[in-house]
């Protein structure tokens, strides 16, 4: 069974209703990234973080998964396919796929802040005074800027494993992630979907210039 890779960024979940986050004044939902996504942010006010992604889990919980979530889930059925996603929303497992490596946390998931292994599934609003078993405050399961990729060994080693690569709705242009497509085997057959793909078409590239939801329907009838 040939190995289909999929990277997915924020492109992927925007036909969900989801925002992309970042603005073109490289504002998240009006704040400084770093004052939202970093452990200084953090430290300097907490209840902004908590409140920041309070209202990012209430927008995720009121969003499906879309065609495009569907469809890559149906690819299990012919390929081993793996999802290496830079989102941290739910919407791949909710749209059947079962192999999901999240790079950058999960938006339904805390930790705490003194054992970043201990995780625990979260729904609701997440406040100071919320603390685990041990008396140690939690914290959003997400990745910050300035903090390590605790999955990006794991997905280098996935990615050195693909026949197939496919990237949706990421410029490919955040590092680690995007160091990814490099560590696929040579001359494997690499498709890029995104509506304003920052690529050209080269050797074992196929763009296809559209949004997620019609570029992995074109993907699969490609692959037919």
């Given at each position: 069974m040939k190995h289909i890779v999929v990277l997915t960024g924020a492109g992927m979940s925007a036909?969900?209703?989801l925002k992309t986050?970042?603005?073109?004044?490289?504002?998240?939902?009006?704040?400084?990234v770093m004052d939202?996504?970093?452990?200084?942010?953090?430290?300097?006010?907490?209840?902004?973080?908590?409140?920041?992604?309070?209202?990012?889990?209430?927008?995720?919980?009121?969003?499906?998964?879309?065609a495009a979530h569907f469809d890559l889930a149906?690819?299990?059925?012919?390929?081993?396919?793996?999802?290496?996603?830079?989102?941290?929303?739910?919407?791949?497992?909710?749209?059947?796929?079962?192999?999901?490596?999240?790079?950058?946390?999960?938006?339904?998931?805390?930790?705490?802040?003194?054992?970043e292994a201990h995780v625990k599934s979260w729904t609701t609003d997440l406040n100071l005074g919320d603390l685990d078993e041990n008396g140690h405050q939690l914290?959003?399961?997400?990745v910050w800027f300035g903090e390590a990729v605790p999955m990006i060994d794991k997905a280098v080693e996935i990615c050195n494993t693909a026949?197939?690569?496919?990237?949706?709705g990421t410029s490919m242009q955040v590092y680690p992630a995007a160091s990814l497509m490099h560590y696929v085997p040579e001359n494997t057959p690499t498709y890029f979907i995104d509506?304003?793909?920052?690529?050209?078409?080269?050797?074992?590239?196929t763009v296809i210039e559209d949004n997620a939801?019609?570029?992995?329907?074109?993907?699969?009838?490609?692959l037919k």
């Open positions: 036909e969900s209703g986050f970042r603005d073109a004044n490289g504002l998240w939902e009006g704040h400084n939202v996504a970093s452990p200084e942010g953090f430290e300097a006010n907490p209840e902004l973080v908590f409140d920041f992604y309070n209202q990012r889990r209430k927008q995720l919980l009121t969003v499906k998964p879309n149906t690819l299990e059925n012919d390929y081993k396919t793996t999802i290496i996603t830079q989102n941290v929303d739910d919407l791949h497992e909710r749209g059947g796929s079962s192999n999901i490596i999240h790079l950058h946390g999960e938006l339904l998931k805390v930790r705490s802040i003194v054992n914290r959003p399961h997400i026949d197939i690569l496919l990237i949706i509506p304003n793909p920052a690529v050209s078409n080269s050797k074992n590239l939801t019609t570029g992995v329907r074109k993907f699969i009838n490609l």
